[in-house]
């Protein structure tokens, strides 16, 4: 069987500092984390031209084989005027198989990081998932930059920090995200993410489409993301030591630049 437990949302400060969530002690019969699922918020009012741009990073340190699992969520985008509306995207979870011993006491400890600065200190916590089954599949592995990228204004490819892989076999997941800066009336953001390597098993394409967010008109408006840019099963082998270079590819100008970071999923 399986079994839900909660790391409770605490504030992770108004700056960029990592932020310990709190730890969660498995289950004693528990032999497998499933995944993890964050959930966060705005503590307050928020503050126009701020989006929320937030990192969740499990690790523990009675389990040696967790690291690294570090990734992006998708972002509460900010506003424009002194009213507007947000939207907290819907819940995303990630895929662990994360071999645990039944019988133990292994602690597991997640942190929260916003990559922007805020105003107002956004909230977060961490659900976590196990099962008393051992793992059926290979563990998975994430891993992101340490900073995000300026998306600039213009409408070209803009290059982003790159991801260093040591120990992969495969790539699985590829997830990334581009958050707003001040809103602009009827300027929406249409973009996509590269992910590009000559550590790659061969040389397919591996570009995808971030969630579009739409603006509409006047004074006080809103750029609303609904769900994160992330993609599963994606199967591209790779050398033991691989670097990947992030671009953001922006199909439409824009007034005021956003940012962006870019994370994938490995397996060993």
Not at 159 to 167: D, L, R
């Amino acid at each position: 069987m399986t079994s839900y437990s909660q790391i409770p949302a605490i504030t992770i400060g108004a700056g960029v500092a990592r932020t310990s969530l709190g730890t969660n002690n498995k289950p004693s019969e528990s032999q497998n984390l499933i995944e993890f699922t964050p959930y966060f918020l705005n503590s307050g009012a928020v503050t126009a031209a701020q989006s929320m741009l937030l990192a969740t990073e499990v690790v523990s340190q009675s389990v040696s084989d967790i690291l690294p699992k570090r990734v992006i969520n998708a972002p509460v985008m900010s506003g424009l005027g002194a009213t507007f509306a947000t939207l907290t995207p819907i819940l995303q979870a990630f895929e662990c198989n994360t071999k645990l011993e039944s019988g133990s006491n292994d602690i597991i400890e997640v942190f929260g990081q916003s990559q922007i600065a805020n105003t107002v200190a956004p909230i977060m916590g961490c659900e976590l998932h196990y099962s008393d089954s051992p793992p059926a599949k290979k563990q998975m592995y994430y891993e992101k930059p340490n900073n995000e990228t300026s998306s600039g204004t213009a409408a070209t490819t803009v290059a982003g920090n790159s991801i260093t892989i040591n120990g992969g076999t495969m790539i699985q997941v590829l997830g990334g995200e581009l958050s707003s800066g001040t809103v602009t009336a009827d300027e929406g953001y249409l973009a996509t993410m590269q992910f590009n390597s000559s550590n790659f098993e061969n040389s397919q394409s591996l570009e995808i489409a971030l969630q579009p967010r739409s603006v509409g008109i006047g004074a006080l408006n809103s750029s609303l993301c609904p769900k994160s840019s992330t993609r599963f099963n994606v199967g591209m082998g790779m050398k033991p030591t691989t670097t990947i270079d992030t671009a953001l590819v922006l199909a439409n100008a824009l007034t005021a630049a956003g940012s962006f970071i870019g994370f994938v999923g490995y397996q060993k």
